[in-house]
């Protein structure tokens, strides 16, 4: 008997800390806070588990791997935050063979002037044109890439498994999307255009802050190329160029050369 009350007050114990936790994460959610309700769902799945599957432990299951995902999630674009990032990054480039023989590429993505968004249009107009931005940036992705805001009016593209040559492609035409965009209907007077900056490494010893440390300094470079460009660092030459139309328009300063990314060999950015 003693056995079996001992049972039941342990089942009772580890049923009423799920409910705190189930109830915790339920209050969070709400809150947006998801990476801490996540935590608490899957605190609330591991002591279920083991036990026999009930319909309870499927709907924290379910419920977890939403919170996990939203977790993710910059709230404002929906697009990947800076945390996904930085943590699928290093997972990237921690495994080569994720990678295959064409390497990996990220771009940092800068809306231009959007100060000027923000103080003739107020931030939340500016919010929405975020999320305009976003959506023109997720449209042309390839399989297996992703969109992330980097911070502010600034984000990453991701794409693993790309030459140079597929990278630029998509994110001229991701520029492209964007400089076409009819902002004039969201409001009178609108046009909203990005710079870009595109970072590839075939190396499979490639570091994250070396790449994304090319891939400022080539945004910089575009932007101080008349901005509305893609800029990326010619892998023969080593120059910076800027490719597609802006690349027959105008020239970049070649004073400085940028360092290859992955490897040792020290540059300044441009």
Same mark, same amino acid.
């Given at each position: 008997m003693s056995a079996s009350v001992d049972a039941w007050d342990g089942a009772r114990g580890a049923a009423n800390i799920i409910g705190s936790h189930t109830t915790a994460a339920e209050e969070l959610a709400a809150a947006g806070r998801w990476e801490a309700a996540y935590q608490h769902l899957r605190a609330a799945v591991r002591l279920l588990h083991g036990q026999q599957p009930t319909a309870e432990l499927d709907r924290l299951r379910r419920e977890n791997a939403e919170a996990r995902e939203q977790s993710r999630r910059d709230s404002l674009t929906a697009s990947y935050n800076r945390r996904y990032l930085d943590e699928r990054l290093a997972t990237l480039l921690d495994d080569p063979a994720s990678r295959g023989t064409d390497g990996i590429a990220i771009a940092l993505v800068d809306? =231009?002037?959007?100060?000027?968004?923000? =103080?003739?249009?107020?931030?939340?107009?500016?919010?929405?044109?975020?999320?305009?931005?976003?959506?023109?940036? =997720?449209?042309?992705?390839?399989?297996?890439?992703?969109?992330?805001?980097?911070?502010?009016?600034?984000?990453?593209?991701?794409?693993?498994?790309?030459?140079?040559?597929?990278?630029?492609?998509?994110?001229?035409?991701?520029?492209?999307?964007? =400089?076409?965009?009819?902002?004039?209907?969201?409001?009178?007077?609108?046009?909203?255009?990005?710079?870009?900056?595109?970072?590839?490494?075939?190396?499979?010893?490639?570091?994250?802050?070396?790449?994304v440390g090319a891939a400022d300094a080539l945004l910089y470079a575009a932007k101080h190329s008349g901005r509305n460009a893609v800029a990326f660092r010619d892998e023969e030459t080593g120059l910076v160029r800027l490719a597609g139309a802006a690349g027959g328009r105008r020239d970049v300063r070649q004073t400085l050369r940028l360092p290859r990314p992955g490897c040792d060999r020290c540059g300044s950015a441009p």
């Open positions: 809306a =231009d002037h959007f100060k000027q968004v923000n =103080d003739s249009f107020g931030h939340q107009f500016g919010d929405r044109v975020l999320q305009r931005i976003v959506t023109e940036l =997720d449209r042309g992705l390839p399989e297996g890439a992703f969109c992330a805001r980097y911070g502010g009016e600034e984000f990453a593209l991701v794409l693993p498994g790309r030459d140079l040559a597929a990278a630029l492609r998509v994110c001229e035409a991701a520029r492209r999307r964007i =400089d076409r965009y009819p902002w004039a209907e969201l409001a009178a007077g609108l046009y909203v255009t990005v710079s870009i900056g595109v970072a590839h490494s075939s190396d499979p010893l490639a570091e994250v802050e070396r790449l």
